[in-house]
């Protein structure tokens, strides 16, 4: 695919695609330029207790709590 179809994709085809097409790097690089800068940030978890707080905080969010 070359990358002025990618722009012309919404972020949910965009994302599909690279789920389909992990090596396209170009695809990539533009899903990651169209992310909302002001969405929430976590920190990578480094003990068992912060990987089980994220777990919850994901489950919140699939379940629509969040």
Not at 14 to 29: G, K
Request: hydrophobic share 40%.
């Amino acid at each position: 695919m070359l990358p002025n179809l990618y722009e012309q994709m919404s972020f949910t085809e965009l994302r599909a695609y690279i789920v389909e097409n992990r090596e396209d790097i170009e695809a990539l690089r533009l899903l990651m330029s169209k992310r909302d800068p002001n969405s929430p940030k976590y920190p990578m978890p480094v003990t068992e207790a912060d990987m089980q707080a994220q777990i919850e905080i994901i489950r919140r969010k699939i379940n629509g709590e969040l």
